[in-house]
């Protein structure tokens, strides 16, 4: 039989703002909190991180810290098809969103011949590149690597030469590329994006679904029309991105907080539907950050409500 695995990587490199390494600790505080043994119930594997380089400068300017996140996203793909060529379930809990694109790598290493579906609960799109980007942080850059893209059309900046390289290597990390189809990616939550963002997914006719429209059709709903969109995909993997929560209900203890969420209760229905799905094999949360909390540790104790709810519904699938 199947077990479950916890993966723990407090990778904040890729960052704008510093904490988000916390953010697993701050889920045990919340365990203990609620008096549950959640982290003595699971075997649990912890990434080698590269965080010690934040003291160091940077000479990437439109891809922060790329050399460090080529290392963390090799150990974070090694460790997640470990987990999943054994036969087991990977929750990768992480600090910021940057490495779930070594998550991906990871599954499409194990399983290299197989159509990943990936659902990205996010109030950000992640579709930038170190040729678009505003900021130079790579938290949000994972998806652009998992689908093996540049985006040249919406060129902003000229990356260096070394960049280009370890650009590269994000990209072909796991040995495939692309890793997913864009008929294969749903964003739900999505409301704080940038125009080249905003572009592509209009040109390469990614299916959104919004706050607004889980709220008007509602969690079941809004699941079974992406349980239809990704029929076709042999499995599924669910990165859930705290941020994609109502900051004003839940609180800011993200990094990049943005208004009109989703509530607690929308996000933990659509979580425990997924994990109740046979082809869904990994799930992640992400971007949990203590420092930022301006309610004690909030945000950390809503999603361990949330990820002890989507755990007992993988638990009585598998």
């Given amino acids: 039989m199947p077990d479950i695995k916890i993966i723990e990587n407090t990778s904040e490199i890729a960052a704008g703002t510093r904490g988000a390494s916390l ?152 040995g495939v590329a692309p890793k997913i189809k864009h008929e294969d990616l749903v964003f739900i939550g999505l409301r704080d994006m940038e125009k080249p963002e905003e572009k592509y997914i209009e040109k390469n006719n990614i299916t959104v679904y919004t706050v607004d429209d889980v709220r008007q059709k509602g969690p079941a709903a809004i699941a079974g029309l992406i349980q239809d969109k990704l029929s076709s995909c042999d499995l599924i993997y669910v990165s859930f991105d705290v941020d994609s929560m109502d900051p004003d209900i839940v609180s800011k203890g993200t990094g990049t907080p943005a208004p009109n969420g989703l509530k607690p209760e929308e996000a933990s229905a659509l979580l425990d539907t997924f994990a109740s799905w046979e082809k869904t094999c990994c799930m992640e949360i992400v971007e949990i950050n203590p420092c930022l909390d301006d309610k004690v540790n909030k945000m950390a104790e809503t999603a361990f409500d949330i990820l002890e709810s989507f755990t007992q519904s993988i638990e009585k699938r598998i």
């Avoid at 809990?93 to 290299?112: E, M, N, Q, R, V």
């Avoid at 990205?120 to 689908?147: K, R, V």
């Fill in 23 to 174: 953010g697993v600790a701050a889920l045990k505080v919340a365990s203990l909190k609620s008096d549950n043994d959640y982290f003595g119930r699971f075997e649990r594997f912890r990434i080698e991180t590269e965080n010690d380089v934040l003291f160091e400068p940077t000479i990437y300017r439109t891809a922060k810290r790329i050399d460090a996140l080529v290392n963390v996203y090799q150990n974070v793909a090694d460790i997640v098809s470990f987990v999943l060529t054994n036969g087991d379930f990977p929750i990768v809990l992480a600090g910021d969103h940057a490495s779930a694109g070594g998550t991906i790598a990871g599954i499409k290493k194990a399983f290299p011949s197989k159509r990943l579906g990936v659902i990205w609960i996010d109030a950000h799109a992640d579709l930038h590149t170190p040729y678009t980007t505003p900021s130079g942080n790579l938290h949000g850059m994972p998806l652009a690597t998992a689908f093996n893209e540049d985006n040249l059309a919406d060129q902003i900046n000229e990356p260096l030469p070394e960049t280009i390289e370890f650009w590269g290597k994000l990209k072909t990390m796991g």
